[in-house]
């Protein structure tokens, strides 16, 4: 290898360790690996700031206005409302789910359709005493799946759109992948119909310490002096047996009570501590008798008309914090009342507790809080207890008929994606769907800089000649069968990649090595980078590989192993379609 290669795989390897570790936002480790190989000489600036004028990031955020014009309109509203019947029968609820969720992907952004599809799943599964585990892994799968029926169904494939047109190739026209993606995500979400209900357990159901099923939230309560339960035991105070929610420990005066007899006497001013769910949490608060433990912050929230909130913490610089350091009540004008933290309890004071990735907050704020902060990289998820409520439902009309000639014109060929992209935001503003504030909040500066600094990354892997050397390693193992085993080898690098970086930074880093490897054996390349796309794009062996599967995480009290139990099988099964596919649709045929 040359000394630039040897520059390049380090730079590399270094984002690559940092994005699996989390160390830092994404979209600051690949902006600084492309920066440190401008500065090593690798690239030229052209080379390392070109994604910045490519028209895949302008398209995303585009499509990212058109996606919170969705979300606040409520045109997803009656989809959702009719999977809900009275069905009982979890494969049956199963199919209603998964098959329009994925439909509706491969249109909308799928992490809005997962934000507004799973709180109403929860609420559903609970009333009808279906275990929620069941359902959430499926949602967020589903919706995976239907990004890849068409062109504008996720950024990583707008993403390789723009690597095509900058490598001097045809992008990718609205409904190119379709013949490939619909018979994928068709049978992926059959096999997610057919297995989930015997490989995802009952999570709800090993809580056995609640009494119930469904997530563990720790909230502190405070006995009000003088109040009707100050000097009677627990027993008589009824907190011995309360529904769906245990006292597991009492603080007097620094010193900790646990566990907490039926005859402990209780006193004004001890603070308790419970264990339950979160809707039972709710009603603690109502209880006479105890107030909250975090009652200043209420008192200083003042007004009326307030709302509980289920918050789930995002990769923002909350994470690793405490909420007295955030200063949380102050910057968001909310008090967060309880933490659920996947996989073990939550014993801290709740101002004391560093928060971490993943953390559902009960929190208590005005109606106005999700309008304000839905947008925000701190939270993954805010969704009102009731239900999440569309902002304009009287927008809905107007809102369909803009994304119905968006999909109509740039789906024929009159308008090219990048255009029609442009014309709907505009629209969505001209008509006050979107006053321009709201517009300008929709867009995710991260990931728009992640997408337009990898370009970068690309830039070097395929100049530095080090994709060359990846292609010839993946055809030492792969050659011997044929041009169909090298295809396959892209795909399983790319499927590998991804669960270890984000979806696009692994199409950028495998985009070079594609074009390497149809460059080898002299065929044409674009069978090779829609394997990329594809590989890129289906993430279900971890938490952590796409975004939707991070959000449902807590909300589905899931263990890090549930993930693969079922995603394994469809990884299987949508490997071994592609594979039969995609040489038929896209012909492995001698490069032009």
Do not use: C
Not at 86 to 112: H, M, Y
Not at 384 to 403: D, M, N, Q
Not at 432 to 454: G, T, Y
């Amino acid at each position: 290898m040359t000394l630039e290669a040897w520059i390049t795989l380090a730079v590399v390897g270094v984002v690559v360790f940092v994005l699996a570790r989390e160390l830092v936002q994404p979209a600051a480790a690949v902006l600084g690996g492309t920066v440190a190989l401008f500065l090593l000489g690798v690239i030229d600036a052209g080379e390392a700031f070109s994604g910045f004028s490519n028209e895949a990031p302008i398209i995303i955020a585009s499509l990212l206005v058109l996606a919170r014009a969705v979300d606040m309109s409520g045109v997803l509203q009656p989809v959702v409302a009719a999977v809900f019947g009275q069905i009982t029968s979890t494969r049956a609820l199963l199919s209603r789910l998964v098959f329009p969720v994925a439909a509706s992907s491969g249109f909308l952004n799928n992490t809005t359709i997962v934000a507004m599809t799973a709180p109403s799943v929860i609420d559903y599964a609970r009333r009808r005493g279906l275990p929620p585990s069941r359902f959430l892994i499926p949602l967020s799968y589903a919706a995976v799946l239907g990004g890849v029926i068409t062109t504008i169904g996720t950024s990583t494939n707008l993403t390789i759109s723009g690597l095509l047109t900058r490598a001097g190739m045809d992008g990718l026209d609205l409904f190119e992948i379709t013949p490939v993606g619909l018979p994928v995500a068709l049978a992926g979400v059959a096999t997610i119909v057919l297995l989930a209900p015997r490989l995802l357990p009952d999570r709800g159901e090993r809580r056995a310490a609640t009494g119930e099923g469904g997530r563990d939230f720790t909230v502190t309560m405070q006995v009000l002096p003088a109040g009707p339960i100050d000097g009677i035991s627990v027993e008589q105070g009824g907190l011995r047996h309360l529904h769906g929610v245990f006292l597991a420990e009492l603080e007097r005066e620094g010193q900790a009570v646990a566990p907490v007899t039926p005859t402990e006497v209780l006193r004004g001013g001890d603070m308790l501590t419970f264990v339950g769910r979160v809707d039972d949490i709710v009603d603690l608060q109502r209880m006479r008798g105890l107030v909250s433990g975090e009652r200043t912050q209420l008192d200083q929230l003042g007004g009326s008309g307030h709302v509980f909130y289920e918050v789930v913490i995002g990769d923002s610089e909350l994470v690793g914090r405490t909420l007295r350091e955030i200063g949380f009540r102050v910057r968001y004008a909310a008090a967060v009342l309880a933490i659920h933290r996947q996989g073990q309890r939550v014993d801290a004071k709740l101002g004391e507790v560093r928060l971490r990735l993943g953390d559902t907050l009960l929190v208590l704020a005005d109606a106005g809080f999700r309008d304000r902060w839905r947008d925000s990289r701190e939270f993954l998820l805010i969704a009102p207890l009731s239900g999440i409520a569309p902002t304009h439902p009287r927008k809905a009309p107007l809102v369909a008929l803009i994304v119905a000639g968006f999909i109509l014109l740039t789906g024929l060929g009159i308008v090219p994606i990048l255009q029609g992209a442009l014309l709907t935001a505009l629209a969505l503003v001209a008509t006050r769907v979107l006053s321009v504030a709201q517009a300008r909040r929709s867009i995710d500066l991260n990931m728009i800089v992640l997408i337009a600094a990898s370009f970068g990354l690309g830039a070097a892997v395929e100049s530095s000649g080090l994709g060359t050397v990846v292609a010839d390693l993946l055809l030492t193992f792969f050659q011997p069968f044929g041009p169909v085993g090298a295809l396959a080898g892209v795909l399983l690098a790319t499927i590998l990649l991804t669960e270890l970086v984000s979806n696009n930074a692994a199409a950028v880093l495998l985009f070079p090595v594609a074009l390497a490897t149809a460059a080898a054996i002299g065929l044409d390349a674009r069978p090779f980078v829609i394997a990329v796309l594809f590989g890129a794009s289906l993430s279900f062996l971890t938490p952590v590989g796409y975004q939707t599967n991070l959000m449902v995480y807590g909300l589905g009290n899931y263990r890090f192993t549930d993930f693969p139990r079922l995603g394994a099988p469809v990884i299987l099964v949508a490997s071994a379609l592609l594979l039969i596919l995609l040489p038929l649709v896209f012909p492995l045929q001698p490069a032009p």
